[in-house]
């Protein structure tokens, strides 16, 4: 995992959830538009009918691993068994790693606090990627986001999926030492402090995720647009 994950995970606590039997039939595979193969994926998480393996990596811990049925994660308890209330409030499409084929992103509330579930299909299955809010701040509709671990740890990422695990690539990062110097960089390379202001205020700027109030006949309306 890229350097957010390992170090942001502060921020960011990432789940890889493994539909094990999706629905999708071998002999569509082929014939079936990639968006149109996802989309019936993403309607069979809804469905309840499949066991999820749920895979909780945290930075610096062995994964867990944990069984239960979908979508009952999402309104009775938590992957980890315990209660803690998982309630969808909004959804959205978006192609965030630029393949062509839309990722499903899920605004949930976890028992109280804000997080988010990035739905995406890999090799005829869905994986789900869970991120706690500070991981996902301001999405914006190019498929950006901000993430912060405080004051002088912070930053702006695209993502991309190794095998249905997401992964931040940052673009803009704001870094300290233990000296306390500050560091800003663009793209990899430092810069001052000015121009990485004005950098942000263009990122800033930018429209944000359009969000659409969660149901699953709304979700079901959306993949057949």
């Known amino acids: ?7 942001g995970l502060t921020a960011a606590l990432t789940l890889a959830l493994l539909l094990t039997a999706c629905g999708q039939k071998e002999a569509d595979a082929n014939d079936t538009p990639p968006d149109a193969q996802a989309g019936s994926l993403y309607e069979d998480f809804f469905t309840g009918d499949v066991t999820v393996t749920a895979n909780l990596i945290n930075a610096g811990v ?27 409030t909004r959804f959205a499409l978006l ?3 630029g393949d062509g084929t839309d990722e499903l992103v899920l605004n949930i509330d976890y028992s109280g606090d804000e997080e988010y579930v990035v739905l995406t299909c890999f090799d005829g ?33 695209r993502f991309r999926f190794e095998n249905g695990v997401l992964v931040y690539d940052d673009f803009a990062a704001v870094s300290s ?7 800003y960089t663009l793209n990899g390379e430092s810069v001052s402090e000015e121009d990485f202001d004005a950098f942000i205020a263009e990122q800033n700027a930018k429209d944000d995720l359009a ?10 309306a959306a993949l057949a647009e």
């Open 1 to 7: 995992m890229k350097k957010h994950l390992q170090c």
């Open 62 to 88: 062995e994964a867990t691993t944990a069984s239960f049925r979908a979508p009952d994660v999402y309104t009775t308890k938590g992957v980890d068994g315990s209660d803690m209330d998982w309630t969808i």
């Open 95 to 97: 192609d965030l790693d």
């Open 125 to 157: 299955a869905v994986y789900a990627n869970q991120v706690v809010h500070r991981g996902f701040l301001t999405p914006k509709a190019d498929g950006t986001v901000a993430w912060s671990n405080g004051a002088f740890d912070n930053g702006y990422a």
């Open 177 to 183: 030492d233990d000296s306390g110097s500050v560091t």
């Open 211 to 220: 969000w659409t109030d969660f149901t699953v006949v709304a979700v079901s």
